[in-house]
């Protein structure tokens, strides 16, 4: 019976790689390091203990070191139009909210109905660290070859009431000069 003593999965140059020493049968040890998708091998040791097993296990991770994890930039100040958006998009989720405090009554379908916009040729993280910044999120929709940006209302209602803040918010966005529309989805 084969017992496992370290085993270890990272990336390797992009691939995902398994690093493991195992004890095959008593006084017998192998440290393999393998491409994960295809078994292939990379390095092998053997050994007759475990701590020298252990000891070509960190070599052959020190010889194949995992990749270093990318950092994500953290993305710069909204300027221009992203600026412009966010605070927009701050108005109309408040002018939604306002059409839902007015008349919160809540029948008719569970739908998840919200504001699209159409920002062509628009940077779509910058969109939506803009959403995020004015306390909504964002998706694309892809609506018959457009590129639609959807914006969820700041609801506490699933039905008739989200339907009515999605659709104020969308007025108050095109009465700043966006081409919005309507997203009208049921659950």
Known sequence: MINTVKHEEYTLKGRRVILDTAELFPGNYETMLLYAS??????????????????????????????????????????????????????????GRAVEDADPEDG?????????????????????????????????????????????????AQANARSRNAEAMTRALRSMGYDAMDYCQMD
Request: with cysteine.
């Open 38 to 95: 295809r078994g292939q091998e990379i390095a092998v040791m053997r050994a007759t203990t475990e701590a020298e097993a252990l000891r070509h296990f960190a070599a052959i991770r020190a010889t194949y070191p995992p990749d270093k994890p990318k950092t994500k930039s953290s993305p710069g100040a909204l300027t221009g139009r992203y600026a412009k958006l966010r605070d927009d998009l701050k108005k109309a989720l408040e002018a």
């Open 108 to 156: 008719g379908t569970c739908n998840f109905d919200s504001a699209a916009l159409s920002l062509p040729r628009w940077n779509a993280d910058k969109v939506k660290q803009a959403a995020k910044e004015a306390g909504t999120g964002c998706f694309i929709w892809n609506c018959y070859g457009s590129r639609q940006f959807v914006f969820g209302p700041n609801s506490r």
